[in-house]
């Protein structure tokens, strides 16, 4: 793929003349980074499947807090709407977001 890529540089270089010649270098060279980057990890890869290393797996561990706050959330907002009206939601709401600002703010430190 770089020597296609080359030689239509080259070829775009001649219809195009030099005072392109910058951002056609520029092009190719991003192009072959991309390549070679795409050609190491496929090798990288390739070696931690023989070595038996396998990639970490995400950390899934905020998806309860979120689910446990919308779930919490629903009858707050009735309870607190019916009983205090607007003030009352603000005040639910916004604990909740605390909660969950603070439980981000504390994964972010570990």
């Known amino acids: 793929m770089p020597r296609e890529d080359l030689r239509a ?3 775009a270089r001649r219809d195009l ?3 392109y010649e910058d951002a056609l270098v520029d092009s190719f060279l991003e192009k072959l980074d991309s390549e070679i980057t795409a050609r190491v990890r496929a090798e990288v890869a390739v070696h931690q499947s023989k070595a038996g290393v396998k990639p970490p797996k995400p950390d899934n561990s905020h ?3 979120a689910l446990g706050s ?10 607190a709407a019916g009983n205090a009206g607007t003030p009352g939601l603000f005040l639910a709401w916004g604990g909740i977001v605390l909660i969950n600002l603070a439980y981000a703010l504390g994964r ?3």
């Open 9 to 11: 540089t080259l070829e």
């Open 17 to 19: 003349g030099p005072e």
């Open 63 to 65: 998806i309860p807090v």
């Open 108 to 110: 972010r430190r570990n």
């Open 70 to 79: 919308l779930g919490i959330a629903i009858p707050l907002t009735a309870i």
